[in-house]
């Protein structure tokens, strides 16, 4: 799995076969890291740093063999001795899907300011959300926008705010929940439309959540170290 060190992204392994971790750094960026979230299904993922910077990054496996034919047998030989695999790993299928991992190439595809010239100069992102596989929203200054990130096409307002959108969250109908530094937070419809206004916080919102198995409920904190429960029905 991925962790975020200041402007650095590092890849854990936490293989059972190794005694201690293997840890790879991927990228090191100019500005410290703010936010990284998976995107997609085949191992994408976004990184929020600097003021408005996003980068995507994209994992390939490249199914050609690194090493050939002799060696690769050599190795796995080697595997199988030096690790005893038999004893931990059942199935010539499972061993084979093991050791295999070994003879291809992994890269990593990025793009490193999918925004840049997108957004105004004196914008800033404060928060973002995933879609789906390709669309993400930006909780921006004073509203809401929609990016393509497949597409790099950025949408105008979806909602235009008088305060900073501090955190989003959607539901699996499309209702938008939106948490701001003026204490509030709102819903809006599918339509982009306001819906309600969830006002009682002392503290800017730092988190908004539909209930998952609820979703006439949700849940608002602040950073007052406050938690607050909504019904959201009419």
């Known amino acids: 799995f ?18 201690t971790p293997a840890i790879q750094t991927l990228h090191t960026l100019s500005s410290p890291i ?36 002799k060696t690769q047998d050599n190795e796995l030989r080697k595997q199988i001795s030096d690790k005893k695999l038999y004893h931990k790993i059942t199935g010539s299928q499972q061993l084979l899907k093991r050791t295999s991992k ?12 999918i925004l840049k010239g997108k957004l105004p100069e004196d ?16 909780g921006l200054k004073r509203s809401i926008k929609r990016f393509d ?10 909602f235009t705010h008088d305060e900073r959108i501090s955190v989003i969250d959607v539901s699996s109908k499309g209702d ?14 599918t339509d982009h439309l306001y819906v309600k206004k969830f006002t ?25 170290h406050t938690i607050k429960i909504w019904n959201i029905r009419p």
Do not use: M, W
């Open 102 to 113: 070994s003879f291809f190439k992994e890269q990593i595809s990025v793009n490193e300011n």
């Open 123 to 138: 914008d800033y992102i404060y928060s973002f959300k995933v879609l789906d596989n390709k669309k993400i929203l930006l």
């Open 2 to 19: 991925l962790i975020v060190i200041d402007n650095k992204i590092l890849r854990l392994n936490l293989n059972k076969l190794r005694i």
């Open 176 to 189: 938008i929940l939106v948490g701001s530094n003026d204490k509030t937070a709102f819903l809006l419809n």
């Open 34 to 69: 703010r936010k990284i979230k998976a995107f997609g299904d085949k191992g994408e993922y976004l990184v929020l740093y600097g003021d408005k910077k996003l980068l995507h990054a994209n994992k390939q496996i490249i199914r050609k063999p690194v090493l050939n034919k």
């Open 149 to 158: 990130v497949a597409n790099k096409i950025l949408d105008d307002h979806i």
């Open 200 to 224: 009682g916080h002392l503290g800017e919102i730092q988190n908004v959540s539909f209930v998952k198995n609820d979703e006439n409920y949700i849940v608002t904190s602040d950073k007052d």
